[in-house]
């Protein structure tokens, strides 16, 4: 049943802001009421500020606090995010939710490995769980492949960076599209440039967040590949109604190493 405070409109307030990659914000919302906070990276709230609503998904969460970190992308000329970054602290917002489930809850017992893969702003729930589960204990591989476009565009490297050093369990990869010549880091579309490192794909979880052609190109892909249903998981921040393109997908699929999966 749903919670009825669920459904409300709670009052919180800017608590920080900054730039975390090109035009990508990490937005911190700090709860002034006393209803539950349960939250976790990757339920969705609904913001609502300056006349406008819209869902985002929990980058971090604490509790102590009372404070969800969103990390979200700047479209020039949309209607809620160019006046979210301008928003200072002590700004009044509106929060409803939660929606959908934390990253942690979707991930497939019998996975042996988590593979993210992420759009722009959708890295920031990838690196929430990464961050939160890693400090748990989480006892699994974690490999994050983030794309971009170009090198000023890469979200949270020093966060993603420290976690790296941290956890030898835990890597993480930019992919950029236009890279500079001397980059040296991966190239292409994520979708592209992911498939060859992952050596056994029918044995991880893969967690897949941002723009819907990705998603539903990479969701066709590991389907071809044997990839099991429930170790695919997804969030749409847009181009919800994408569809995938049947030599896209199989070039996808074919540049993954091996096709049978666990070898
Ligand atoms: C379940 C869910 C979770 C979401 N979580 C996040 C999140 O954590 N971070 C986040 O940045 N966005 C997220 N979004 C997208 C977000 O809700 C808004 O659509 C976005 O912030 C647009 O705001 P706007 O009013 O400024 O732009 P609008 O005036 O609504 O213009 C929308 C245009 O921006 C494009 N667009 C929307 N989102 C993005 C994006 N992230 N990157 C590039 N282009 C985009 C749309 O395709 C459309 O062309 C999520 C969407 C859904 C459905």
Request: with cysteine; glycine share 10%.
């Amino acid at each position: 049943m749903t919670e009825e405070w669920t459904q409300t409109w709670r009052k919180a307030v800017v608590a920080g802001s900054r730039e975390v990659g090109r035009g990508c914000r990490l937005l911190q919302v700090e709860f002034t009421d006393d209803l539950p906070f349960p939250f976790q990276p990757g339920h969705v709230v609904v913001l609502r500020h300056d006349g406008h609503r819209h869902p985002y998904t929990v980058s971090q969460a604490d509790p102590a606090r009372r404070i969800l970190g969103l990390l979200f992308r700047i479209i020039p000329g949309g209607r809620l995010t160019p006046s979210l970054a301008a928003a200072a602290p002590g700004t009044p917002m509106e929060v409803s939710g939660l929606h959908h489930e934390p990253v942690a809850t979707l991930i497939a017992p019998e996975a042996r490995e988590v593979v993210g893969l992420s759009t722009g702003s959708g890295i920031g729930p990838l690196w929430g769980f990464a961050e939160r589960s890693l400090a748990a204990g989480f006892d699994r591989p974690i490999t994050l492949f983030a794309g971009y476009r170009e090198a000023a565009d890469i979200c949270l490297v020093p966060e993603l960076d420290a976690l790296q050093a941290a956890h030898p369990g835990f890597r993480w990869h930019p992919s950029l599209t236009q890279p500079p010549e001397a980059w040296t880091g991966l190239r292409g579309r994520v979708g592209h440039s992911a498939p060859p490192l992952i050596q056994a794909p029918r044995a991880c979880h893969f967690h897949l967040v941002g723009n819907g052609t990705m998603l539903a190109e990479m969701k066709a892909a590991l389907a071809l590949i044997g990839v099991p249903g429930p170790q695919v998981t997804s969030e749409v921040f847009f181009n919800h109604n994408a569809e995938a393109e049947p030599g896209t997908v199989q070039a996808i699929a074919d540049r993954f190493k091996d096709e049978t999966g666990v070898p």
